[in-house]
C-alpha cells in the first residue's frame, strides 16, 4: 500500500506557473501508474496527466497539453506537475493517484490510492 501526499497548490494569477508534488511513501512509485486528475466546483474529478511505470509513457488531456508535464523523481519517490501559462479554468482542487492494475489510465475508477488534494486558483 502507498500513502500519497500533495502538495505546491496556491493562488496565482492567469499566465503564471506552479509546480504540485505528490510525495509517496509506503512503496516506491516505480510500482505504479501515476495520474493527475482535477475537480472543479460543481464538476466532476477528470483527468489530467499519467505516467506509466516505467516513467517512459506520458500522457496529458488535451485541455492542458503544451501546458502541464507530468514528471518523476525515483530519488525522492515523488511525482511532479509542471504547470505553466495556467488559466483561470484550471481552477481545481489537484489530485494524485496511484493505480496497480494495467488498463485504462484515464478513469477515476481505475485508482487504488489517492492524495487528499491541492487546491490551485487562477485569478483572471
Known amino acids: 500500500q502507498v500513502q500519497l501526499v500533495e502538495s505546491g497548490g496556491g493562488l496565482v494569477k492567469a499566465g503564471d506557473s506552479l509546480r504540485l508534488s505528490c510525495a509517496a511513501s509506503g512503496r516506491t512509485l516505480s510500482s505504479y501508474t501515476m495520474g493527475w486528475f482535477r475537480q472543479a466546483p460543481g464538476k466532476e474529478r477528470e483527468f489530467v496527466a499519467y505516467?506509466?511505470?516505467?516513467?517512459?509513457?506520458?500522457y496529458q488531456a488535451d485541455s492542458v497539453k503544451g501546458r502541464f508535464t507530468i514528471s518523476r523523481d525515483n530519488a525522492k519517490n515523488t511525482v511532479y506537475l509542471q504547470m505553466n501559462n495556467l488559466k483561470p479554468e484550471d481552477t481545481a482542487v489537484y489530485y494524485c493517484?496511484?493505480?496497480?492494475?494495467?488498463?485504462?489510465?484515464?478513469?477515476?475508477?481505475?485508482?487504488?490510492?489517492w492524495g487528499q488534494g491541492t487546491q490551485v486558483t487562477v485569478s483572471s
Open positions: 505516467m506509466g511505470r516505467s516513467g517512459g509513457s506520458t
Open positions: 493517484a496511484a493505480k496497480e492494475r494495467f488498463g485504462n489510465p484515464y478513469k477515476v475508477s481505475e485508482y487504488d490510492y
